[in-house]
């Protein structure tokens, strides 16, 4: 894609005009006019600008920046590096210091980087294939030989993690077929999709927050997130207490 096309399809899906956008850059409408056919090449600055008030995340923003001829700003780390020590750590605490409480740590793709020990309730009886660093969140979450079987709200559940992985057109075809057809809701909703999960500890009723690392300025660093399950209910929170207290985690 050529930075006119690229730059003008980011502008529209932001549904910003042409105004919009040159007021957040510091620049004018006729001078992003000119960037957008193809009549003026701008600097390695202003692309910059522009991804910044575009709102892009960082890999988007090293594409434009290719687009326009230029190298990319912003590294793009394995987690092994020794620069990225630091941030394996701080996953560590974080992921301990949810307990007793399930979270798992996925990359871009929803590929898991690592996850602590209460999430093994969480993953019970699911296929080995399917379960730990490296296999996927999301297919775990859908596949009839991952937790599918044990969500009792499993429609409406699995429809919300379809609409989380749009970006990810190959597994949203691969999941979708095992994912029933939507039926209207009626009556209150409540303030968010729990997961009701069947467990060897009695019914599990949960809702997710996610976290990101909000400074980040290495690509891989930006595109982790922290997927944390809190309790809906004492009973939960309980039964998620007696997992780790007991040792069932590490059994």
């Known amino acids: 894609m050529d930075f006119p096309q690229a730059l003008r399809?980011?502008?529209?899906?932001?549904?910003?005009?042409?105004?919009?956008?040159?007021?957040?850059?510091g620049t004018t409408q006729r001078h992003l006019s000119f960037m957008e056919s193809g009549r003026s090449s701008p600097g390695r600055s202003m692309v910059v600008r522009l991804a910044e008030s575009l709102e892009l995340p960082l890999r988007e923003r090293n594409e434009l920046l290719l687009a326009a001829g230029y190298a990319p700003v912003y590294t793009e780390s394995s987690l092994d590096d020794p620069a990225l020590a630091p941030v394996r750590t701080a996953i560590d605490h974080i992921l301990t210091g949810?307990?007793?409480?399930?979270?798992?740590?996925?990359?871009?793709?929803?590929?898991v980087v690592a996850c602590n020990r209460a999430f093994g309730l969480i993953t019970e009886g699911a296929a080995e294939d399917l379960v730990g660093p490296?296999?996927?969140?999301?297919?775990?979450?859908?596949?009839?030989?991952?937790?599918?079987?044990?969500?009792l709200n499993f429609g409406p559940w699995a429809w919300h993690i379809l609409e989380r992985i749009g970006h990810l057109a190959g597994l949203r075809a691969e999941l979708s077929p095992y994912v029933p057809t939507p039926e209207p809701s009626a009556g209150h909703l409540g303030f968010a999709v729990p997961l009701r999960l069947r467990s060897s500890l009695g019914e599990l009723h949960l809702m997710t927050t996610v976290t990101t690392f909000a400074t980040a300025v290495d690509v891989t660093l930006a595109e982790l997130k922290l997927e944390a399950f809190l309790p809906?209910?004492?009973?939960?929170?309980?039964a998620l207490r007696e997992y780790c207290a007991e040792g069932l985690a590490s059994r």
Request: proline share 7%; hydrophobic share 40%; glycine share 8%.
């Open 232 to 238: 809906v209910d004492e009973a939960t929170a309980a």
């Open 134 to 151: 490296g296999t996927n969140a999301y297919r775990l979450a859908l596949h009839p030989d991952g937790i599918a079987p044990r969500i």
């Open 98 to 111: 949810h307990l007793p409480y399930p979270a798992l740590v996925v990359d871009r793709n929803g590929d």
């Open 9 to 25: 399809e980011r502008r529209t899906g932001r549904r910003l005009s042409q105004l919009d956008l040159a007021l957040r850059a």
